[in-house]
């Protein structure tokens, strides 16, 4: 069990064409590291000195041969709208469980000494549904690889990531694109719900930073500096756009997503790790809304 230096070989970015993925494999390519990316997609944040790997993470030969030569994997591939999996159980099994065990098993096979894999602050609350059942079904087969193979990991346990390259399935960019097509942001809540918001680049530099040895073997929770209501978040993107923005709320509660809280007592617990230097959530929204906006002028073009 040590730190894991850039000189110690390379970095496997599993789901790194996606959202939070892209940004964790700029950051470890910022840091020094070779990185491999391993996705369905090609991805088009695709930085000098990384490898593109297209391949599936149900096919266990595919990663097995993708991995090779790694020292490490972060995996970020699966299903991650828990709105989507809230219908889809099947397939919510089938990626976020069978494809993190196939990914464990190319790990392993590859001789690779640490596992990070990314989780959410769902895991043992009571919300979630399908996907917090797959979160936990995968931490529990990375500790049990850990038991059966002394294989070292990292869970990160995300809380609620905004930030460029997110798409209409991140809660925020979802606010901010209805507030500037439709001049209305229609809420399935009350508002008074709270969430910790992380800018998803904060994320990705603590997500490089856990590769220090103190960091092996433990969970890890991500939730950043900035806890605010829903209808403060609205408010907030209401006055920033110029106070022109009809805010709708609805007292039907959500199926799946939490009202204050995430957490609820449970004994495998994690630790919060946030950093001092954080963006701060209105220049935040600033660069999403500026990216979105670029977006929308492209569509009528």
Not at 116 to 122: M, R, T
Not at 230 to 237: A, L, P, T
Request: hydrophobic fraction near 40%; charged fraction near 25%; aromatic fraction near 10%.
């Amino acid at each position: 069990m040590s730190s894991i230096t850039p000189k110690d070989g390379a970095i496997m970015v599993i789901g790194g064409s996606g959202f939070l993925g892209s940004y964790v494999a700029d950051a470890l390519t910022d840091n020094g590291y070779k990185v491999k990316i391993f996705d369905l997609n090609p991805s088009p944040w695709l930085k000098k000195g990384q490898e593109m790997i297209i391949g599936d993470i149900l096919d266990p030969k595919a990663m097995e041969e993708a991995i090779s030569g790694c020292k490490a994997v972060y995996h970020f591939a699966g299903l991650a709208d828990i709105d989507e999996a809230i219908n889809r159980p099947i397939d919510t099994c089938k990626l976020n469980v069978l494809g993190c065990v196939n990914a464990l098993e190319a790990t392993r096979k590859a001789g690779a000494v640490r596992f990070i894999y990314a989780s959410s602050v769902y895991v043992y609350s009571r919300s979630g549904h399908f996907y917090r059942a797959s979160k936990q079904a995968a931490e529990m087969f990375i500790e049990a690889f850990h038991e059966r193979y002394q294989m070292d990991y990292t869970i990160l346990r995300y809380g609620s990531l905004y930030g460029r390259r997110a798409d209409y399935r991140n809660g925020l960019y979802r606010l901010l694109y209805d507030a500037m097509t439709k001049h209305r942001i229609s809420y399935g809540g009350t508002g008074e719900e709270l969430r910790e918001y992380i800018h998803v680049h904060d994320a990705a530099e603590l997500s490089v930073e856990v590769l220090k040895e103190e960091y092996a073997n433990k969970n890890i929770i991500l939730t950043g500096n900035e806890k605010m209501s829903v209808r403060n978040v609205m408010i907030m993107i209401n006055e920033i756009l110029g106070n022109d923005i009809e805010l709708e709320f609805s007292d039907v509660y959500r199926s799946g997503h939490y009202l204050i809280t995430p957490y609820a007592f449970n004994p495998r617990m994690g630790k919060k790790m946030v950093s001092n230097i954080h963006t701060d959530m209105g220049q935040g929204l600033l660069d999403l809304i500026e990216e979105i906006h670029e977006k929308i002028n492209d569509n009528n073009q």
